[in-house]
C-alpha cells in the first residue's frame, strides 16, 4: 500500500532518494516476513511478522510455502522447527487483509491454501515451537506439524469461529484425528480457549515448557530425531500417517506397514541390531548408543 501511494504521486519526482529508500524499505519488509536458518541437521523457520501476532497475509503464505519447500528439498537437513519471532506462534490469518477482499465478485479465486504450506504432505518430520498465540490459521499451522512443544501460558483455539471465517487449511481434517472426533468438534464448534495443560491432556500438543523455552526444547528434540537412523524412521512415519489418513481397511494398513518397512531391515535394521550386540543401547538407554556410533 505504501509503495503504491508513493508510485501514484510525484513523491518519487521531488525526492528521489527519500522514495529510493522507502521503496527500499517497503521490498525490505516484505522479504523477510519468513526467516529461515539452518543448524546442522535442523531447519528453523520462522514467521516474522510479530507487530501482527505473526498472522498470515497472502505474501507470508506465499513466503512460508517457499520455506519448506527449501526444508524438504534439502537432503541434507532432517528435521524442521517452526516457530513465530518475538513471542506468538501464529494469530491466523491477517482479518485486515481479508477486510479488504472484493466481496462484489463472488468468482473471484480463493486461494487454495492461504496460509501457505498448511495443505502440503511433507516427506520430513516438522516440530512446531509454540508460544504465545496459536490460534485459528494458526492453529492449523500447528496441526500441519508432527508434533508440537507449547509454552504454559499459550492460549489455542479456532478463534475464527467469532467472524464466520472457515477453517481450510486443514483444520477440520486433521484435528479429529489428532485429538477424536468429540474434542474436534467441541472446540470447532464453540470456539473456545484451550489453555497448555489441557492442550497437553487431550494430545494437542506433546510437550509443556516453561515460557521462553519452547524452540530451545523444540531444536533439542529435532537433534535427537535427526541423530537416529533416518530410513527406518522415516518409513515408520509414513506408515503411521498411511493408517491414519490413506487406509481403507485394517488389513491393507497392515500390508502398507509390511511393504513399507521390510526394505530397511538390509538397510539398517542388521547394523543396529549389530551395536545392540555389542553393548549399545542396553536397557533403554539412548545416550549409551549414541555415544558408541
Given amino acids: 500500500m505504501l509503495q503504491h501511494s508513493f508510485q501514484n504521486s510525484r513523491f518519487h519526482k521531488l525526492f528521489p532518494k527519500l522514495y529510493s529508500f522507502m521503496n527500499y524499505r517497503t521490498k525490505r519488509m516484505a522479504s523477510t516476513l519468513v526467516e529461515t536458518k539452518r543448524d546442522g541437521k535442523v531447519f528453523l523457520i520462522a514467521i516474522n511478522r510479530p507487530s501482527h501476532r505473526n498472522s498470515v497475509n497472502l505474501e507470508t503464505?506465499?513466503?512460508?510455502?517457499?520455506?519448506?519447500?527449501?526444508?524438504?528439498?534439502?537432503?541434507?537437513?532432517?528435521?524442521?522447527?517452526?516457530y513465530g519471532k518475538e513471542g506468538n506462534f501464529c494469530a491466523g490469518y491477517d482479518?485486515?487483509?481479508?477486510?479488504?477482499w472484493d466481496t462484489t465478485n463472488q468468482k473471484s479465486s480463493i486461494p487454495y491454501a492461504p496460509m501457505g504450506p498448511s495443505k502440503t504432505v511433507f516427506k520430513k518430520p516438522i516440530i512446531a515451537a509454540i508460544s504465545?498465540?496459536?490460534?485459528?490459521?494458526?492453529?492449523?499451522?500447528?496441526?500441519?506439524c508432527d508434533l508440537r512443544v507449547a509454552e504454559d501460558d499459550v492460549t489455542l483455539g479456532v478463534f475464527c469461529r467469532r467472524f464466520g471465517v472457515p477453517l481450510i487449511d486443514g483444520g477440520t481434517v486433521r484435528l479429529p484425528h489428532i485429538i477424536g472426533l468429540s474434542r474436534a468438534l467441541d472446540l470447532i464448534l464453540s470456539g473456545r480457549a484451550v489453555k497448555a495443560d489441557e492442550a497437553?491432556?487431550?494430545?494437542?500438543v506433546n510437550r509443556v515448557v516453561s515460557k521462553g523455552n519452547?524452540?530451545?526444547?523444540?531444536?533439542?528434540?529435532?537433534?535427537e530425531i535427526a541423530s537416529f537412523p533416518q530410513e527406518c524412521m522415516l518409513a515408520d512415519r509414513r506408515s503411521c500417517m498411511y493408517a491414519m489418513y490413506d487406509m481403507q481397511t485394517l488389513e491393507g494398513a497392515m500390508q502398507f506397514e509390511h511393504n513399507n518397512g521390510k526394505g530397511i531391515i538390509h538397510q539398517e535394521s542388521i547394523e543396529g541390531a549389530g551395536k545392540f550386540v555389542k553393548g549399545s543401547g542396553r536397557n533403554g538407554s539412548f545416550s549409551d548408543w549414541k555415544s558408541k556410533l
Fill in 61 to 82: 503464505g506465499r513466503q512460508l510455502l517457499d520455506a519448506f519447500k527449501q526444508f524438504e528439498s534439502n537432503d541434507e537437513v532432517s528435521v524442521a522447527v517452526f
Fill in 95 to 100: 482479518l485486515k487483509e481479508l477486510a479488504s
Fill in 132 to 144: 504465545g498465540y496459536a490460534v485459528a490459521g494458526g492453529l492449523e499451522l500447528a496441526l500441519m
Fill in 200 to 204: 497437553l491432556a487431550m494430545g494437542l
Fill in 214 to 223: 519452547a524452540l530451545k526444547t523444540a531444536v533439542e528434540l529435532a537433534n
